[in-house]
């Protein structure tokens, strides 16, 4: 149900019966534009009467990814007809091929530095962000992840993308980056959905700047150890206005910095334990001095001994970057 949202739901199906009935003044025969006129008043109608959000067939709740991109819904997955299922798996299997388009080369040198990741959905669409991105104050990293799973949480990730490659061009204070990126993911994005991130900017001398919007800790391995470096903010989208703390420190050669979605720290193994954020720490500080491909397929071999074989049921995304050496 969408109880919650109501206000802001009743708002939108208003908007576009206004919209509608200005088409059809001038297109009165226009069959299809009746039809929608008619499933936005069913829709209003389910609103008043509480039933909005549950299936007309069978009385459970329609999936609520599926209604933040289709507020006129009135059916489960469960009860589309064949068609429409054709039709919805026609959609996942394009959204995913542009998805795995958008993302950056699997392996980058670049600017005094080497990086690696690994980007797994759990189905076939993700709500993980993972990029990698040259200006002219060196490498911007990125590792989001959207609330909620499916083809809504994918397309507020891909806003969130185009969002923040649009502000790295300006070549913004990385602060300001986040406090933009925050102000317009909260302008586009339903009451329910925020997006936690961890981001920065590497130099060709080794400095590095880095913050946090509710995201898991970003960790840095040197030699004497491995730091980790928590939240500087709140997830986006969670308030229109809010500010973010910047870290700078600097990196030798060989030191490593390590960004991960919460599919990578929570996954559980059979016994209910979390794979966690010191694990991956202890990992990470034994591996110094190996290369960022090195690190991420151990890494990746160490989560899948603890899983022992149990599946993952969440987006999985791990980016590596290591200092290069002169």
Known sequence: MFRYTEPSLRRDLQERRERLENFLADRPDDEQLDRLLQQVDAALVRLADGTYGICEACGEAIEPERLAVDPLLCLCLDHLTASEQRALEQDL??????????????????????????????????????????????????????????????????????????LVAQDLPLGTTLERASRMFCEVSLPTHFATLACGCASLSGEVSFASAGHPPILVARASGTE????TGLPLGMFCESKFEVHTTTLAPGDTILLYSDGFVEASDGLARMYGVERAAAGLAALHGRSAAEILTALLDDLGGFLDGRPLDDDLTVMVLRRAAP
């Open 93 to 166: 299997e394009l959204s995913a091929r542009i998805q795995h388009g958008l993302l950056p080369s699997r392996e980058l040198r670049t600017a005094g530095w080497e990086c690696a990741y690994h980007y797994r959905p759990a189905g076939l669409v993700s709500g993980d962000y993972c990029d990698l991105l040259e200006s002219g104050a060196g490498l911007h990293f990125v590792v989001g992840d959207v609330t909620g799973k499916g083809v809504s949480a994918a397309m507020l990730m891909s806003n969130l993308q185009a969002t923040f490659r649009a």
């Open 228 to 231: 980790q470096f928590p939240a």
